[in-house]
Structure formats: C-alpha cells, structure tokens
C-alpha cells in the first residue's frame, strides 16, 4: 500500500497529459518516494489513452484506467478512488487549474490532525465573467437548499485520508456529487486556500446544460427541501385560488362586469405552470429513485494498465463499478 495516490479524471486532455504528468511526479517526490499516479480516461476522443500508455510504461508509479465510454467527470473520479491504494489521496484535475505543487503545504495540514483538506480558490484566472457569476451563485444557492454545509467556491481538489475514502467507497449512490459525499462524511476539515489558473492547454469541458445537470444533481443528492418548498408553495397558490374564489363570487353578486377571456387565460396558465414545475420536480426525485433500484454498476473498466502489466479481470465487481 503506498503511502499517496494522486487520483486524476481525463477526458481529452492530450494536450496536456505530459506536463501534468511531470508537475505532478515533481510534487510527490518531494514527499515521499511512494506514491502511485492513478489517471482515469473518460472515453477521450482523442490521444488521451495513448498518452496515459505511454506514461503507464515509462513510469512504474503510474496507474492507467481506461473507462468503457463516457461516464462524466464524477463517475470516472469514482472509479479512480475504488482503485487506488494510498493512505492518502490527492485528487486533483489534469487540465492544471489546481496547482500540484499545493501537495506538501497540504500534508502539512494532514499531518496536524486534518482528514480533510479541500482546496478553496481565493481567486479564478482565465474564467469568464459568466462562470464566476454562475459559481457563486451555485454554492450559496446550494448551502440554501442541503442540510450539510458544503464549503464555497471548493471544487473537487482536495487531500483525504483512507478513513474518508472507505466510508466514501461505502456509499453507493449512481447520481453523484464527490465534494457534497465528502463533505457529508464529515471527520475534521479543513480550506487550503490557492490562486486558480487558468487551463494549460484546450478549453473547458463543462458545457452549459452540463453545468446545469450537475447543479440539479448536487441540489437533489443532499436534500428534500426542493419538495418541502414546492409543497409550501402550494399551499401559497391554494390560498391565492381561494381568494379568487371568493372575490369572483364577491363580484358576481355586486356588479355588473363582463369577466374578459384575459384574465381567465393567465389564471389558467399560472396555475398549469405551477402544476407542471411542482409535478417536473418530484418526478426528478422519482426517477432518481427508479435508477437506484436498478443496481447498475456506476462505471465499466475496459483495461487497468499497471507499468507494464496490462490487467483485463472477467466479472470482478469493485465499489459497484466493473471491469473487462
């Protein structure tokens, strides 16, 4: 069992794969000489496997997964914490955002007692002005809705110890939000605060509706409030119904009007929309429900490539993912 593992998710980061590489092995010699660099590919479209090939036979510390598809940025870091083996864990993206030379200020913090040490950005280089916004938006938004207390402006780059990633491995939700799971743990914990840079190379995998999807799923993950809100609100709009009610029937019997087609229509149509908003989220809740039931494993490993040792296992499951 070595004593760190750096975990990286991968997806079509070629282009940066080398330096990454080499930033990452300076950053681990010096703290330890054992250590494992365990780097997952996410059905790269481009040389990304290749790239991981070649590094997995130069370098004996290096650990290459190669995912059966895409399985999006959390399931394929899943599948990197189920196969590791260090008494702790970097998990850091490829693209160099996070600075692995942050790894030895946070082993210091480690070794004073910490299970936990999440990197906090104090600023966001290269970002536009959209996904800044968007970002703090998201995580205020986000405390406001869970239960647990996620800390802001924390991505998923962090050092935690085996004791957090058994009881993290434990946990067999499909739908998945890495940063919220380890929160939730709980344990002592702990910000490293760092200057966010901007890509290396290659743009950004987070597209618009991905961004959107994995806010949805880190809201629904870790709390009902979004059904207990949608059950007050209902309480509110059948309270405005009743005072309609009361005031068509008020006006029936005291004036003269004509009700114009207008007003029916909007009071149609906010009610309709209302209903379906109310009915669209619990069916979000519900179809979480029915994929969990289903048991599926949460990824499939084509090939494990350690140094030179190219590992294909027939029906082995692990950490409910599965490798061929």
Not at 180 to 199: C, E, K, N
Request: glycine share 6%.
């Amino acid at each position: 069992m070595p004593a760190l593992s750096v975990v990286a998710p991968c997806y079509n980061e070629a282009s940066v794969l080398i330096e990454f590489h080499r930033r990452v092995s300076a950053a681990c010699q010096n703290v330890t000489p054992d250590y494992e660099i365990v780097l997952v590919n996410d059905g790269s479209s481009d040389g990304t496997w290749p790239a991981m090939l070649m590094l997995a036979q130069a370098d004996p510390h290096v650990v290459a997964l190669d995912l059966s598809r895409n399985h999006g940025h959390q399931l394929a870091l899943s599948a990197g914490l189920s196969h590791c083996r260090g008494e702790r864990i970097f998990i850091i993206d490829a693209d160099l955002q996070d600075p692995p030379e942050a790894l030895p200020a946070m082993l210091e913090l480690v070794d004073a007692g910490f299970d936990v040490v999440y990197g906090k950005r104090s600023s966001r280089a290269g970002e536009t002005v959209f996904k800044r916004v968007t970002a703090f938006v998201f995580y205020r938004m986000l405390n406001l809705f869970t239960e647990e207390h996620i800390p802001e402006d924390a991505g998923d780059f962090r050092l935690i110890t085996r004791r957090v990633l058994d009881v993290f491995n434990a946990m067999p939700e499909n739908h998945r939000f890495i940063r919220g799971m380890i929160s939730w743990v709980g344990f002592r914990q702990t910000p490293y605060l760092y200057d966010r840079a901007p890509r290396h190379a290659g743009g950004t995998k987070y597209t618009v509706r991905k961004m959107l999807r994995f806010a949805v799923d880190a809201i629904t993950s870790f709390s009902v409030k979004p059904l207990r809100l949608a059950f007050y609100m209902g309480l509110v709009l059948c309270g405005l119904a009743l005072i309609l009610l009361f005031y068509s029937v008020y006006a029936y019997f005291t004036r003269d009007t004509v009700r114009g087609w207008t007003s029916i229509i909007s009071v149609i149509l906010f009610f309709l929309a209302a209903q379906f908003l109310f009915l669209g989220l619990i069916g979000e809740y519900v179809g979480r429900l029915y994929m969990e039931t289903k048991h599926r494993p949460l990824f499939v490993i084509r090939e494990i490539v350690r140094a030179q040792n190219i590992s294909s296992v027939e029906g082995r499951s692990q950490a409910r993912g599965y490798e061929r």
